[in-house]
């Protein structure tokens, strides 16, 4: 999500395209890392029905202002100010679902119980030995994270692994906003996950106009020009 309510509003308009939602489940990442961490906050916090787990950006928020880089204590303080910071200060680690049919799922941030924040994390890249230690004790049959921002759905020890890519802030070359609209009844679960157009420089302008402390920092990766470590290894 990273505070974009231009890709927000986006995914939310292709959710009403699709039928609309019973409920949300929202991994993580909500705010830092935007232009307006305070509105993207307050329109998820709308939802009917929705769910959160805090991310890695969320625990750092949690943390000392004075040991942040200034994106983050830009963000901690609109967040503050609006009356936000203690609502992402008590979000859990975990959300935890069943399925009309029975199938058991876990939402966590990185991986089942991380938010990111220990290097742990559910990759493409992984082996399938590196996949089983992350999924081990999670009492699981399917798994959503997010952390990435590299959209996977990928079954190991018969655990269906989803990253349901990011709202904003996309990897290269598809800097689409990403979501997944997971379809359930009684008999079974259909996970579809979704790439839809915003508009990048309406996005772009947002960030150089919201007096961010690091807008060319934020702007390079609305821009597709930041690689994560995991994708130059």
């Known amino acids: 999500m990273h505070g974009s309510p231009i890709a927000l509003d986006a995914v939310m308009a292709d959710v009403r395209a699709a039928g609309g939602a019973d409920g949300y489940v929202v991994l993580g990442d909500l705010a830092a890392g935007g232009y307006d961490p305070v509105v993207a906050v307050e329109r998820l916090r709308a939802l009917p029905d929705a769910r959160f787990v805090r991310g890695n950006t969320e625990a750092t928020l949690a943390g000392d202002p004075a040991d942040m880089a200034p994106m983050f204590a830009w963000a901690r303080e609109r967040l503050a100010g609006a009356g936000l910071l203690k609502w992402l200060q008590r979000l859990p680690l975990e959300v935890r679902l069943t399925l009309p049919d029975g199938t058991r799922l876990l939402g966590s941030h990185a991986a089942p ?79 579809e996950q979704r790439r839809i157009a915003y508009d990048l420089a309406a996005a772009l302008d947002a960030v150089y ?18 690689t994560p470590a995991w994708l130059r290894a």
Not at 118 to 144: F, I, N
Not at 146 to 170: K, Q
């Open 113 to 191: 119980g991380s938010d990111g924040t220990d290097g742990r994390a559910l990759l493409p890249v992984q082996t399938e030995e590196e996949v089983r230690a992350l999924l081990a004790g999670c009492s699981a049959d399917l798994v959503c994270a997010g952390h990435s921002h590299w959209p996977m759905d990928r079954t190991v020890a018969d655990v269906r692994i989803l990253n349901v890519g990011s709202v904003s802030n996309s990897l290269a070359p598809d800097l689409r906003a990403c979501w997944t609209l997971l379809d359930a009844d009684a008999h079974g679960y259909r996970a």
């Open 209 to 226: 106009r919201s007096g961010h402390p690091t807008p060319e920092f934020m702007a390079a990766h609305l821009r597709g020009e930041r």
